[in-house]
């Protein structure tokens, strides 16, 4: 099973950016995302990208502030943040699973669980 290994949250004021990073043990994937988690808060899946495609996702909450991208030859996923709020605040988490395929194109909503996680970077946003 693929390992995940993410990096690049930390701390950072309102409006600024971030850039999230998860590196995979090995290529052989299709579809991933980044889920985060805060406290109190239901889970969100809040981009989905499939390898194969190129075709995203992005939650509402998101759109025009993230970008997932992924480099082939570092195995290696992206997340892009910006204008960055408070709210964004969470533990963040890369995820491999099949049904993010489904995500990309619209013909499901974001499972509540994921084969393969990370173990989580945490973003913190102050006013």
């Known amino acids: 099973q693929v390992q995940l290994v993410e990096s690049g949250g930390g701390s950072v004021q309102a409006g600024g950016s971030l850039t999230l990073s998860c590196t995979a043990s090995?290529?052989?994937?299709?579809?991933v995302g980044w889920v985060r988690q805060a406290p109190g808060k239901e889970r969100e899946a809040v981009a989905a990208?499939?390898?194969?495609?190129?075709?995203?996702y992005y939650a509402d909450s998101v759109k025009g502030r993230y970008t997932i991208s992924h480099s082939t030859a570092e195995s290696t996923l992206y997340l892009q943040m910006s204008s960055l709020k408070p709210d964004d605040t969470a533990m963040y988490y890369c995820?491999?699973?099949?049904?993010?395929?489904?995500?990309?194109?619209?013909?499901?909503?974001?499972?509540?669980?994921?084969?393969?996680w990370g173990q989580g970077t945490q973003v913190t946003v102050s006013l």
């Open positions: 995820v491999v699973d099949w049904r993010l395929c489904e995500v990309v194109v619209g013909t499901r909503t974001a499972p509540d669980e994921y084969n393969v």
């Open positions: 990208l499939s390898l194969r495609g190129g075709s995203t």
């Open positions: 090995r290529a052989s994937m299709t579809c």
